[in-house]
């Protein structure tokens, strides 16, 4: 049955109808404005504007016939990827964020492009007029590049919006395809649903306990899990502006990201663990003093491995700006779970002091002498709204007892469908039972970890653990070891 535009969020079961639902309610309100440099303000939408770019982008596939299909999204930082990816739900396409070839390095970004593209088999491609006149010079290297229709969507006008019909997708249709890294094997293609992304939307504003009056701040790349799903999703599940610069920005000028949170009085907003170092090691005494980062009350940090003495340094640093230390809200998540799986505001008990030797054995055993061999983990939170999160032992499938080291498995329904065009592997990592007790199905996330009064710490990947002599070594404690051992070698780029 149709729902009614003035029902309420939660009565909504797919990002077009929140959308159409928002620019229905408030076509005025600004949703996103880009921080061309990350600093000055360029273009923005409101509901309304996004509502009919998508509407118009979305008309424009129909008229290919590619609902169903599915579309590579090439874009650089910018608007126009958002009016792309709503485009491409409003069509019922299936979309595919990527980073766009980098013509004078084909050798670093073809291999990827190419072996999604083998995978996924897309029959579209939407990018601006920009990046196709760059690409084409690619198509004799990559010939399948040329195979696929290319759409500049920066050229779709909006008079195509009144040709839109609604595909009727449903909180079970595909909404994108989130490739994976591709970093140990071959990229794999996360099937992501509605529903998926409504869910772990709703947990998100949960887990955050964000408000109507929330405003985010975001550097994070739109082809990354945190970047779109956090980043870009979330402020119009919530209905809540959002600021947006390209990453490059922050990453030669890192004074960017907090002065955008100064200026705009931004109240969510993070990324990982390395984008806080460097803060720590960039930012002046001098431009601190020009920063008011008191209205900052979710500061999370996920992604990578989240480090104690990092936050702690960040939140000393920048105390004087009015930061406070129980604005980080460490988390844990990947693209298989949409994004978040845990997380939570800082608190005294989520830091834990362990035992190494302990730890390479799979044991956990608090420190009680500081002198010791000792690492202090940050716990990432806690599960919510049907999220299950169990450890496991990874070879005989049965449940660790509290004081052990094992595989973090996820149950609930912000986990996705599985890898594209791989049933074996999805049934191996997504249809998962605890072989002592029958329970399931539940999400391998491949991660290793321990839960502590409910809070979940994780330890590493167990893919990268090193096993020498029967101890359990870390590759990043390897790599914070050799990083600390000279003061020649840069923090954080070990």
């Known amino acids: 049955m149709k729902k009614d535009f003035t029902d309420p969020i939660v009565e909504l079961s797919t ?5 159409r639902w928002r620019a229905f309610q408030q076509p005025e309100q600004r949703i996103y404005t880009y921080l061309v440099d ?7 939408l409101t509901y309304e504007a996004l509502d009919r770019q998508a509407r118009s982008i979305g008309a424009l596939l129909q008229s290919y016939r590619a609902t169903g299909e599915r579309a590579l999204l090439l874009y650089p930082a910018g608007l126009e990827f958002i009016a792309a990816f709503f485009g491409c739900l409003y069509a019922g396409v299936i979309a595919i964020p990527l980073p766009p070839p980098n013509p004078a390095k084909p050798q670093r970004t073809l291999p990827s492009l190419r072996a999604v593209i083998s995978d996924a088999k897309p029959s ?7 990046i196709l006149s760059k690409t084409e010079g690619l198509f004799t290297q990559a010939p399948e590049l040329h195979k696929m229709r290319w759409l500049a969507t920066d050229k779709v006008t909006g008079g195509l919006a009144q040709e839109w019909r609604d595909p009727a997708v449903t909180s079970n249709t595909l909404a994108l395809l989130q490739y994976t890294s591709g970093s140990t094997a071959e990229p794999k ?16 504003n949960r887990v955050f306990a964000l408000i109507p009056d929330s405003v985010t701040v975001t550097w994070l790349p739109a082809f990354h899990d945190m970047g779109l799903t956090n ?6 599940y919530k209905g809540r502006p959002c600021y947006l610069m390209p990453p490059v920005s922050f990453l030669m000028r890192p004074i960017r990201w907090l002065q955008a949170i ?3 009085k931004a109240t969510i907003s993070g990324g990982p663990n390395f984008a806080y170092e460097l803060c720590t090691r960039r930012i002046t005494p001098e431009q601190r003093e020009t920063l008011d980062l008191s209205s900052w009350d979710v500061a999370y940090n996920g992604a990578e491995p989240v480090r104690a003495d990092t936050m702690k340094r960040f939140a000393a640093t920048f105390a004087s700006c009015g930061f406070r230390p129980s604005a980080f809200h460490p988390c844990y998540g990947l693209a298989e779970a949409t994004l978040l799986v845990s997380g939570g505001s800082l608190r005294d008990e989520m830091f834990r002091t362990i035992q190494v030797a302990a730890l390479e054995q799979n044991r956990v055993v608090e420190a009680s002498d500081q002198h010791q061999n000792v690492r202090t983990l940050v716990g990432s939170g806690h599960a919510m709204l049907d999220t299950k999160i169990v450890i496991v032992h990874p070879e005989s499938l049965t449940a660790c007892a509290p004081d052990e080291v094992g595989e973090i498995w996820v149950s609930g329904p912000s986990v996705t469908q599985g890898y594209w ?21 539940f999400l391998r996330t491949g991660d290793l970890g321990f839960m502590k009064d409910s809070e979940l710490f994780v330890t590493g990947r167990l893919k990268d653990l090193i096993i020498i002599s029967g101890r359990n070594l870390y590759p990043h404690d ?4 050799v990083e600390q051992s000279h003061p020649a070698l840069r923090p954080a780029c070990c």
């Open 189 to 204: 293609g996360v099937m992501i649903s509605h529903g998926n992304l409504l869910h772990n939307s709703a947990y998100i």
């Open 421 to 441: 065009n791989q049933p074996e592997e999805t049934e191996r990592t997504c249809r998962a039972y605890l072989k002592d007790t029958g329970e399931g199905p």
């Open 231 to 236: 980043g870009i999703i979330q402020p119009v």
């Open 124 to 130: 579209v491609v939407l990018t601006t007029s920009e």
């Open 38 to 44: 990350g600093e000055a303000e360029g273009d923005d």
């Open 478 to 481: 390897i790599e914070l070891t």
């Open 262 to 264: 100064s200026r705009y």
């Open 15 to 19: 990002l077009v109808e929140i959308l």
